[in-house]
């Protein structure tokens, strides 16, 4: 991609640069005076500082001269091999972007086999393996941690990994599929399908009654009718949520966005949006599966508990 | 602006023809005595060390091995790592001052018994010698005109040193490469680019610097040589020609009487120049160039031994000894002074830091780092939790086991499964969550300390801050 607008301002770049060349070249021939010969002595500058210090007008030594000259067909060659000239891309073919492919594919090169012999394995087998968990809890802590905290326990709108509750199902090709694809939350905002702030704390209450926490039971009682509404669409009469489209399972007294009353008050009035970003661009098929995995030993190791 | 005078001009006598001397070949005599025998030691006990260190084994690895690629440098039993850096720093100052302080005492004896441009020029001259013969016989055959004995003779005197030298190159690479692996690459002719590129580099440098460039390098090339000029005053130790005994020099039969004859002790019979490696004449007095080799000694002892003189007309001695401020017995009485004391204390004194510092090397290194994604979540049962990444570095060669504990604040917990194993010279990283209690908490940052103790050896400990925020 040429990032002039028109052809044009390629070749009067490529005319200044080749003009600066030759002018260097001229330059340096002009200044360039004859050798003295033998006995012959240099004249000065003519100029005398602190009166009467002075300077010989020596020729440059031919050495010297040949350097400038040298980098002059230096910058020729350069220029004819390498991207310089305008938008010329060079006879060698070289840009920054396969440099860096090149040494993507030396990588994958290296340390494919490695990846390779897990991505013949189950998950499952892969889990139990203590090398294939070290490399998954790197990769854990380059890409995921940044939200899912370094020990995969989440914070608030980031879930915890390691609880045995999964939004999208705990199962090793859904684990997969959040990875590479991502997942878009979304629970919409239904302050006015519920009703008034009243009617929402009524909700909340029976929310906080199936979850197993202290509630008001009248509320609760008032509330249950406007969740079978409203909210069990997706979260189900009983309230378990459903992992088909990701919806909380409220039973759990596991709390994405906090599970203080006013939190929950909150994510019903004006409903919340969260984003897992899709993988599948930028880490190999045989990454996601080391990653898999690892997410998969540490929910395994949380259940035991 | 005043008009240049014209008396003040530079003249054509300014005028310099060139810079660039053609270098004379210097033929070196050989010679044999007390500083040469000093010399052949350091050069067997300097390349044994260079050439043999590389195939000592140790813990079942290279004893001297510096692995660059996994950043581990392996000296006998101590295993350094890049963050021991400092180490490297003292052993370069250690060096230094004991430069400055044998150089203010006796001159460049570096130069002259232990530099690799010496020792190796040694070496390669005694090649030199066993091929061509002595130094006439050296002389004659470079004038002689190209016939199939030059031509043989400096082959085989080539085709030795340059055999020299790839081993010399092959034993450097051996420090970084472990040598038996790079001894099998070399049989199976499979060597890495860069292990090629070094043995080759490392050989020709030897080869051209022992071989042709010899004294070049000290005279023109060597730093060393121009600043340890610098250290010397009129106590230090130079190798000096007794003027008032030799002069006025003078060749003369053996039994002649030379007070007679109103000549000193110096026969002027050029040995002392003959055998100088740097081609000097010792008897024009203290040369930047005279590398401290002590060779005329050697040679002018063994001319006054066959004359029936006194030794030591080239001998060791200093500045005011050679001007009659005190006669050379009591050299020794001037070594001690003010230069040479604070050279040696402070050699001393980063000598004990150095080795302290090596005697207390702590083989465990730990690092902690908060996550930065979150300042704090909430945890069950309204508890609150802070996350940490916490690095181990266990420099030890064998796998350590480490508890950790946290303290700094009331009723904080460590959720990590203990103890936690490292293996041997390795680094590990583990995801750490300290679980607090708010109601006992003030809200705001609060300094948390991480302990972490070899199970096994409690001596072997490290402690770490951080912070501990609440909300």
Known sequence: MSDFVHDGWSLYIAIITLLSLIACAVLLKALSTRKLSKGEQAGT????????LQEWNNPLPGWWMWLFYITIVFAVVYLVLYPGLGSFKGYLGWSSVGQYQDEQKEAAATFGPVIDRFLKQDVTVVAGDPQAREIGQRLFLNYCAQCHGSDAGGSRGFPNLRDGDWLYGGSPDSIRTTISGGRNG?????????????????????????????????RAQRGQAKFARVCASCHGADGKGNPQIGAANLTDDIWLHGGTEAAIAETITKGRI??????????????????TAYVLGISGQAGKK | MLEPAPNNAPTAADVETSLYEVRKKIYVRAVSGWFAGWRVALVIATQLVFYGSPWLVWNDRQAVLFDLVARKFYIFGLVFWPQDFIFLTALLIISAYSLFLFTAIAGRLWCGYACPQTVYTEIFMWIERFVEGDRVQRMRLDKSSAGARKIGLKTLKHGIWIALSLWTGF???????????LAGEVAAWSLGPWETFWIFFYGFATYGNAGWMREQVCKYMCPYARFQSVMFDPDTL??????????????????????AQGLGACVDCNICVQVCPTGIDIRKG???????????????NQVMDKMGYARGLIRYSTENAVHGKYVDTEIPKHVVRPRVLVYSGLLVVIVLVFFGGLWLKNPLKVDVIRDRGAMMRDAPGGMIENVYRLQFINTDESARRYSVTVSGLQGLSLMLALPVEVPATTTRTFPVTVRGDPSLLKSGSHPIMFHVRDVERPDVRADESSRFFVR
Do not use: N
Not at chain 1, 274 to 291: R, T, V, W, Y
Not at chain 2, 171 to 181: A, D, L, N, S
Not at chain 2, 286 to 300: M, N, R, V
């Open chain 1, 274 to 291: 969260s984003q897992m970003p899709a993988h599948k661009d930028f880490l190999d098929e045989g990454k996601i599966h080391l990653l």
């Open chain 1, 186 to 218: 979304l629970m919409p905002p239904m302050g006015a399908a519920v009703g008034g702030g009243e009617d929402v704390r009524d909700v909340v209450h029976y929310v906080l009654k199936i979850a197993g926490r202290t509630h008001d039971g009248l």
């Open chain 2, 171 to 181: 034993t450097f690479v051996g420090y970084f490469t472990p040598i038996k692996v």
């Open chain 2, 286 to 300: 203290l040369q930047y160039e005279c590398i401290g080799c002590a060779a005329c000694i050697d040679g002018c």
């Open chain 2, 238 to 259: 130079v190798i000096t020609y007794d003027a008032a005994r030799g002069e006025p020099r003078g060749s003369r039969s053996r039994t002649a009487d030379a007070a």
């Open chain 1, 45 to 52: 500058t003519g100029h005398a500082w602190d009166e009467d």
